[in-house]
């Protein structure tokens, strides 16, 4: 079976599995890596291409390798088919979670359940912020980048303005070797019918996010608020935790520092991407259409960025200062992660 003969049908019922059956992100990204590369779909050469390219732009990477698959096996639909079928799983029962959390939440043994998860949460945090530094702190100029970030959002300072700065410095000061690529292939080049297919996707993303800033409403706040994270935060779950944890706790108060903590703790026990914690959050503030807001905003805007980058991936790669700026953005998330923990803890 050729990539452009592949079912929806079967891009669907791929990922739904994958999306209810692997939890954690490295076993994750690998389920999604083995369901195409079992079934002949891709390459190896192709998925690690798929790899490379989701760390280049904002976006939770499990989510938009899941994108990348979908849309180089049928374009736009096959995205649409592989992100939504990925998610459903996770979506819905964080759904059951979420209405069993706020409707029976004072039930004696309850808050003594999620006690427990909350601390299983700081320690996986602290755990992951390890791991992350290990990875993204290996030069002195990253580490200065890390504790720039935790000090800037101690001291409240805007948390997009901080990504951007990150993102500038490691574009300037941490410029890998000249000549020194990121992996990847040759791009064909995209025909007229799959950039108008991004193009009506982005203008649907673009108009939900309008509509959330004109409605007034704190569902549309919250709304605004997962589109801006949704399109700045680099990496996966754990990195983009303290991004929302600046709006959602500190800014806005919608939720407690404990109800963020037990979102968290549902956002691990259950498959699928991390980030379905975003429905946790929706629905304590709107109920299900609030959930389904939050996590179509969360998820959305990188969704878009992974099939336009699909088509120019081969242009970019060899930018330097791209790969620099993914330096800088990466070593700000050690330091911001890190100052999540300490107020968690």
């Known amino acids: 079976m050729t ?16 999306g209810a059956t692997a939890f954690g992100g490295p076993v994750m990204i690998g389920q999604i890596k083995k369901a195409a590369r079992k079934r002949e779909w ?8 798929g790899l490379s390219l989701v760390q280049l732009y904002p976006g939770p990477i499990g989510i938009d390798l899941v994108a990348y698959v979908g849309y180089k096996l049928r374009g736009v639909p096959g995205a649409i088919a592989a992100c939504t079928f990925f998610v459903v799983p996770s ?10 959390y706020f409707e029976f939440g004072d039930i004696s043994w309850v808050p003594t359940l999620f006690l427990g998860l909350e601390a299983l949460v700081v320690g996986l945090l602290v755990q992951f912020t390890a791991d992350l530094g290990k990875q993204n702190l290996r030069s002195l100029k990253q580490g200065a980048i890390a504790a720039l970030s935790f000090a800037a959002l101690l001291y409240r300072l805007n948390s997009v303005a901080i990504v951007l700065a990150s993102l500038a410095l490691g574009a300037l000061f941490l410029r890998p ?32 996010t309008v ?14 608020s997962f589109f801006k994270i949704g399109s700045v ?17 500190e800014t806005n108060k919608w939720l407690t520092p404990s109800q963020f903590a037990d979102g968290i703790a549902m956002g691990q026990i259950t498959p699928g991407p991390f980030l379905i914690t975003a429905a946790f959050i929706g629905y304590k503030l709107a109920g299900v259409f609030g959930a389904a807001l939050a996590t179509f905003a969360i998820f959305s805007p990188s969704f878009v960025m992974t099939m336009a980058f699909t088509e120019v991936f081969a242009k970019v790669k060899h930018l330097e200062p791209v790969k620099g700026a993914l330096l800088g953005v990466m070593a700000s998330f050690v330091g911001l992660l890190a100052l999540m923990v300490f107020q968690m803890g």
């Not at 891709?42 to 291409?49: G, I």
């Not at 509509?211 to 605004?224: I, P, R």
């Open 3 to 18: 990539p452009q003969k592949v079912p929806l049908s079967s891009i669907a019922a791929a990922y739904l599995r994958v």
């Open 42 to 49: 891709l390459t190896d050469k192709e998925l690690s291409d």
């Open 91 to 100: 979506f819905l029962l964080m759904l059951f979670l979420s209405w069993l």
């Open 177 to 208: 070797p000249e000549g020194k690529e990121h992996g990847g292939g040759e791009v064909e080049p995209a025909g007229l019918k799959r950039w108008l297919g991004i193009a009506a996707v982005g203008t649907i993303v673009v108009a939900a």
């Open 211 to 224: 509509l959330c800033w004109l409605s007034g409403t704190v569902a549309g706040a919250m709304g605004l």
């Open 233 to 249: 935060a680099f990496g996966n779950g754990s990195t983009i935790l303290p991004l929302i944890s600046v709006d959602v706790v």
